[in-house]
């Protein structure tokens, strides 16, 4: 179901979902488990040095520490996208349009809601970076951004779109 709307009544708002997808997240999670797994092993039973491209020299300590460091990166990587899964499960988020007014997520962690007035909407602008598409609402308060990898589907992200361009010009 994509956005939902009942058009005789006007002060119902437009719905949509906004949540990370399931699926990509147990594969991230498995990934970097396992990524996490290896380096931190690799960093406790190291018994010899390192060479990068022979530039790059580490002793056995100094190779010891550098897997310690990227295994705690995966680790910390991991624990994001376990927070992500966690907020995917455990909230309900989602967009309102209102004839007036925006509420938004305040982040993708948050549970927190924030409204914006479409008055208060300095600008609106669409980025792309590596064919992943936000909406970026630079308002009063700050900077909001609506990804459409969050949305159920691109159809949704153009719909949304839509309304805020339509209510942000009147």
Do not use: C, W
């Amino acid at each position: 179901m994509q956005a939902t709307t009942n058009p005789q009544q006007k002060n119902r708002p437009i719905r949509y979902k906004y949540k990370p997808k399931f699926l990509p997240l147990i594969f991230a999670i498995l990934v970097f488990a396992l990524l996490s797994y290896l380096t931190i092993n690799d960093a406790i039973h190291n018994d010899r040095g390192l060479i990068i491209n022979h530039i790059f020299r580490f002793s056995r300590r100094g190779a010891t520490v550098l897997y310690s460091i990227i295994g705690l990166f995966f680790s910390l990587t991991l624990f994001i996208f376990i927070a992500l899964f966690y907020t995917n499960i455990a909230t309900k988020k989602e967009i309102f349009v209102f004839d007036s007014q925006i509420n938004l997520p305040k982040s993708v962690f948050s549970r927190d809601m924030i409204a914006v007035k479409y008055k208060h909407i300095l600008s609106l602008k669409l980025r792309t970076i590596k064919n992943q598409r936000s909406i970026l609402i630079e308002h009063r308060s700050g900077t909001t951004v609506i990804s459409e990898g969050m949305l159920e589907n691109k159809a949704a992200f153009e719909s949304l779109m839509q309304h805020l361009a339509f209510y942000n010009s009147i």
